[in-house]
Structure formats: structure tokens, C-alpha cells
């Protein structure tokens, strides 16, 4: 039996769009997968900021995040911003004299790696950056000017339809339920809810928090993290941040739809208590009212508890796994940020066979021991 050429993207957040438009960009035949609408997973409801200064643990990942800066002003280039750009640079300050050490040294860190990083005070950043902020006049401020948001279900909109519009095939509302191999172990077809059975000569896992009962379809045991988080939408007719921010406490940043979004670490810290979400959303906008008084009139709009795709040591799964010809990964927490540059590079693996240095120390098999 001729292997099909046909490529099955399971999941259609932000890494499987990614992907799936860089292969079909290169003249792949590609179909999208999703039990939900494209976008709508752990992308809509994600803090979607476009970093690399939170990712220091390792050079490598750090790397990764830098190349996936600038993947995303490529892509900006390729497919036009509107409306799901926007850059404008990050904030950051501390409240606490051991909180504010280790973010001016992180920043220190960063500058020697070639990172832009500016600090200011509070009474700077209020007179040049963000009028609406109430904090310390004296208070030390970072700034990464080159860091941004993504409105990620917009985005997902865009990649998803251009990819369509060029052949791409797109079902949602339907899960994969198997995935059936041949005699030499290589992917031959899956087999969907809705009764239907496409053959394809591969399978890109970008499942996100479903990524390891895919794997497991397989055989193959992909051990990701628990790690719920709660991000609250407030809806108010004129937003009155700029850009996003990590505020002693609350992450905030504007939304792009007359609303602003909030999270906190502190406030997912209680969702295994038992704490009633509409209540986790009352703690993060009154966490968030006092950094922006002028949200005290907003409104809480959406709630959602969310799974991050976090494998089980914090770093992205990404590649071929070789003992299944055809399967290949794409899950990672800040998915955001790797997108474009994951979907990049992974269509090249998948269309030309050479794996790229960058995703050395991010390959699926340090999971196969």
C-alpha cells in the first residue's frame, strides 16, 4: 500500500495552526483536527505574551524563545498584523525588596545575553508609558521593549484560514478516537469520532492537554504536568492599559475587544481548594483595580479554568518520535511565544527529514527511556 502524503494536525491551537500552515504553505497536504473550533482551546485562554525574559532556566530555551520573537515579526510581515498583533513592550516591578533584587539582576542577566531590557521608576513609566497605573513614584520598573501580546484565537483565524484557502482541510467538532499504524510501524490513517477514517502518511500531535492520550494511541507514554490556571476576561468601553504587565500580584494586559485580561500564579494557586471559580475571577479584578483604578467600573465577562500543555520537566516536546515513522509532536507551554518558530521548523522536519539544532534539547525521545 502507497503511504499517503497527507499530514493529520491534531489540535488547532496555536502550535497546530502554526504548523499546519508552514506546511501547507509548502505545498503539504494538511488536515486540521479539533473536537472544538480552531482557537478556542488553551490559546483563547492563555496570558498570550510574546516573551523570552521568563525564560532563563536554560540557554536553549531562552534561544528558542528569542527565535520565536522574531518569527512572529516575520509572520507579521507574511500575513498582515491586524488583528492579532501587538507589540509595544512588557512591564515588570516587584512590591518586596527580595522580589525587586531578583528582577533588576534578571534584567542584568538578560542585557549580558543581548536582550534589551530598560529600567525606569514608577513615576517614568506613569509619565511615558502608562498614565493609568497607580504605584511608587520611586518603585524600579522593567521595561522589554521588544516583547508583545497575541489576541491567539485571532491569530489562529488567520492561520487557519489562509491554510484553507490554499487546500488545507479543516474538521472540527469531531476527536481522533484511533490512530492506526502498519506492518513496519509507520502511521497509516486515523480513525475520528464522527465514524470517518483518513488515511495519512502523518500525524502531527499539537493536542495541547489532550497531547497525552494522543501519544497514548500510539503507545507511547508522553508524562505532561498538572498545572490549572484561571484567567478571568473584564469588559470595560475603553481600556486603559497599553500593553501587557506583571504587577506585583496580577498579569494584565488589554484584549483587543474593549476588555482586558487578568491572571495571577497567586490566584491559580487555589483552584485545587475547591474555591469557586466566579470567586477566583472577584480575586484577580480586585487585584488588578488596585494597580489600574480605572477598573473599578469594569466588568468580569468570561471566566475559564485552563489545562496548561506543560511536559513533565517544564520544556517543549517537539519532533519526530522514531519509533513510530510519521508521528511527530508539537506540545509546549508558552505556546504563544514557539508558534511561529515551531511551526516552522517542524514543517521543514517533517518535509525535508533534517532536524534543526535549535530543537535539540526539545526532542520527544528524552521521554522514551
Known amino acids: 500500500m502507497k503511504r499517503s502524503e497527507r499530514v493529520a494536525v491534531i489540535g488547532v491551537g496555536v502550535l497546530g495552526a502554526s504548523v499546519g500552515w508552514s506546511l501547507s504553505r509548502q505545498g503539504a497536504e494538511v488536515v486540521f483536527i479539533d473536537a472544538d473550533r480552531p482557537g478556542e482551546g488553551v490559546t483563547n485562554w ?14 536553549s530555551y531562552f534561544d528558542l524563545n528569542v527565535a520565536g520573537m522574531a518569527a512572529y515579526r516575520e509572520l507579521a510581515g507574511a500575513i498582515g498584523p491586524d488583528p492579532w498583533w501587538y507589540p509595544g513592550g512588557h512591564l515588570r516591578w516587584a512590591d518586596d525588596r527580595a522580589a525587586e533584587t531578583k528582577l533588576l539582576e534578571t534584567a542584568e542577566q538578560l542585557a549580558n545575553w543581548g536582550y534589551r531590557a530598560e529600567v525606569y521608576t514608577g513615576a517614568e513609566v506613569r509619565r511615558r508609558l502608562e498614565p493609568a497605573l497607580a504605584m511608587p513614584g520611586e518603585v524600579p520598573v ?12 485571532h491569530l489562529v ?5 489562509q491554510a484553507v484557502a490554499s487546500g488545507a482541510e479543516l474538521r472540527t467538532g469531531t476527536a481522533v478516537r484511533g490512530i492506526d499504524t502498519g506492518a513496519d510501524g509507520s502511521i ?8 470517518s477514517r483518513l488515511d495519512v502518511g502523518t500525524v502531527v500531535n499539537a493536542a495541547g492537554p489532550g497531547a497525552s492520550h494522543v501519544a497514548g494511541l500510539i503507545g507511547r507514554h508522553l508524562p505532561m504536568r498538572r498545572e490549572p490556571g484561571v484567567v478571568t476576561r473584564v469588559g470595560c468601553p475603553q481600556v486603559p492599559v497599553r500593553r501587557a504587565m506583571h504587577a506585583p500580584h496580577i498579569e494584565i494586559r488589554p484584549d483587543g475587544d474593549a476588555s482586558v485580561v487578568l491572571h495571577s500564579r497567586e490566584v491559580d ?16 479584578h480586585a487585584s488588578a483595580r488596585e494597580v489600574v483604578p480605572g477598573l473599578g467600573n469594569a466588568r468580569i465577562a468570561q471566566t475559564r479554568v485552563a489545562h496548561r500543555p506543560i511536559p513533565a520537566d517544564g520544556f517543549p516536546s517537539v519532533g519526530a518520535v522514531s519509533s513510530v515513522p510519521g508521528y511527530y509532536e508539537a506540545v509546549s507551554h508558552s505556546g504563544i511565544t514557539l508558534g511561529p518558530v515551531i511551526g516552522r521548523l517542524l514543517a521543514s522536519e ?19 527511556l
Open 350 to 368: 517533517i518535509l525535508s527529514g533534517e532536524r534543526d539544532q535549535m530543537l535539540a534539547d526539545f526532542r520527544p525521545e528524552r521521554f522514551c
Open 188 to 195: 497509516r490513517r486515523v480513525a475520528l469520532s464522527d465514524g
Open 269 to 284: 494557586a487555589l483552584i485545587d481548594t475547591g474555591e469557586d471559580p466566579a470567586h477566583l475571577a472577584r480575586l484577580l
Open 46 to 59: 492563555s496570558f498570550s505574551w510574546v516573551n523570552a525574559s521568563n525564560k532563563t532556566a536554560r540557554k
Open 142 to 153: 522593567v521595561f522589554y521593549p521588544d516583547e508583545a501580546w497575541v489576541h491567539g484565537r
Open 157 to 161: 483565524g488567520r492561520l487557519v484560514g
